[in-house]
């Protein structure tokens, strides 16, 4: 009976690799440094992250999946069948022993011990674990290793693998969130060790869903496991999968299979820049369903603030407002001003309210729309932000950069000091982009300026002030003033500031046309046409990034301009909008102060490198902040797409 096991072990191992890896030889020809030997204590270890042994000498009798490789009278034969009898009667009944090295583990006692439990299908094996650390390098591997360790130290979890810095801690603060430092140079906060009945739950709910994953997405994506395991987990919430049987959990993990594909796309993200003729096709079926008796499609808008305490909520109420206006008895529409937090109720509210269109007009919730927009696929909702990781989840935002480069130009062209100011507010995605705009747009007609960049949230500091100081009186501020605020002056887009008079000149502001994008995503969905640029886009996520050439963003000039320079404008505008003009692609190469090129000559920015721009041009004088920099009021906001790794761009600090 053993005979033909290992008969059969060995047919196996005819359809392996030969080459069973030995640690020894790894550390050789990688050339790898060994700080020393951690002893961990006996455990139970993943089969499939056994990995080779560890010495040269002890791995030719095994093929990489350790099948027995020897001849049938061989000494070996015979004890391995005889463990093979041995196991099936009692199971195995001693530790093996091992070396662990950068999460794989090397047999140093014990390799017909896995060989024989491999071939009976065992999952796991009780081992005692020797760690061999690693010297600390800068590498990307030694990152992700390092984070394992801490993740394994809080969890006592082996067999979730990650491949890029950071996922293990989010997978951490995904099942026991803590409260993370405001600065992310600093060491993250880290939970205490997982009880038994956590760490358990966490192996019962991993175990799924890799079983899931092995079965259903055998697509050779480029994630592991484990990394889909996290991106279902933010997805969800762990707080409401922890109580769910693996049937249900499955079903979860259904309706969000494309969205691995996604995650697991080399280009993730399809950014839509105009609107689409898909989307403006008729559909005479596939419609989105109302309520019975129900003939007026109902949309929602969620605020983080009122209408007249934010430019940004007015601009989008506004957009509001327009559409109201262009369906008339076709839509109606409600807002509902909410936190983060909140959110989730207030949709579930509107969506009882009979809404099946909802805008969610903040990145702070991206999120909650997301869980939303899984829990309930009868529902359309889309989020404002930059945030593309979700197929079901649609995002949109508007490319300002466009306008910000004509701002730029004007302000190159009235400058008579050569040093211009630049107010920023948040240091997140985007803003660099619409920061380098300008400078380019600058640079474009004044070589010689200079921008000054000031941070409008930084704690106790007055960017006006700052400005005062250096006799700056060129400034481009916010991109409009707050409905609401007592402070309706003229000191928005750019301005020229009287500081004897405190009377700013105002010359020219951006134009944010959220009606535009409004308007054609209502009339896609009355039309049943919403369903015709994803299913052009299987695998992607998509992104609303409209600007000029739409309608959705403009500037609006003073009429005390000069003549010459309104034309200009006009002129700029024309070819940005037909396509023939790209700030981020003139005819020049784009360096940062320190002189690095982070653009050659001739090359044309994605959208998603325009967006995930975390550089300044070499004529832009400041830095952007960290979020411990920045008044608390504004830190939570900020959080959610600070630019990480900003420093290494070249900047000047």
Partial sequence: MAIQDYQKAQKLAEKQSRDLPSLERILRETGAEVEGQLPMGQMEIPLSLIKG??????SNAFSAE?????????????????????VREVGVNEPIVVQEYM?????????????VSKYFGAVSIEAVVTRIVPRKTDTAAYKVYSEFVEFHRISGIYEIEMQQPGEFLRLIQAVTPVEQPDDPDDPPALPEPWDEDLRRDVKFMYSVFAAYYANKMN???????????????EIYGFAQLRELSSVELQRRMERIRGEFRVLGNDNPTSHILNPTEASQKVALTKRIPL?????????AFLYPKKPDESAWVYNHDKGREDIEKIFGDAIRTEYHVCSAEDAEAYIEKSIANGCKLIFTTSPVYHAC???????????????????TAYQQLRTYYLRIYEAKFI?????GAMTESNHIGYIADYPVYGTPASIAAFALGVEMVKPCASVFLEWSTLENHNPRESFRQKQID????RDTYVPGSSDKDESYGLYIYDYNREKPKRLAHPVWNWGSLYEDLVRSVLIGAWKNDANQNEKQALNYYWGMSSGAIDVECSDELPGGVRKLVELIKERITLGKLDPFSGAGAIYTMTGKCVVQEGQKLTPDEIIRADWLPANVIGKLPEISDLAPQFREFAKWHHIHGQNGAGLLK
């Avoid at 042994?53 to 002890?58: A, I, L």
């Avoid at 309520?291 to 949309?299: A, C, F």
């Avoid at 701002?407 to 302000?411: C, E, P, Q, R, T």
Wanted: include cysteine.
């Fill in 53 to 58: 042994t560890v010495q040269d000498e002890r």
């Fill in 66 to 86: 350790f099948m027995p490789l020897l001849d049938l009278d061989t000494e070996f034969c015979s004890k391995w069948s005889a463990l093979c009898d041995s």
């Fill in 103 to 115: 999460q794989r583990f090397y047999i140093v006692e014990g390799n017909k011990r896995v060989s």
């Fill in 219 to 233: 697509l050779h994506l480029n994630i592991t496991a484990g990394e889909a395991f996290l991106h279902f987990l």
């Fill in 291 to 299: 309520p019975i008796g129900q003939s007026t499609l109902k949309i």
């Fill in 369 to 387: 729309s997301m869980r939303m927009a899984v829990a309930h696929p009868e529902v359309i909702i889309l989020n404002c932000s930059m945030n």
């Fill in 407 to 411: 701002i730029g130009v004007l302000a």
């Fill in 474 to 477: 060129l400034i481009s501020g």
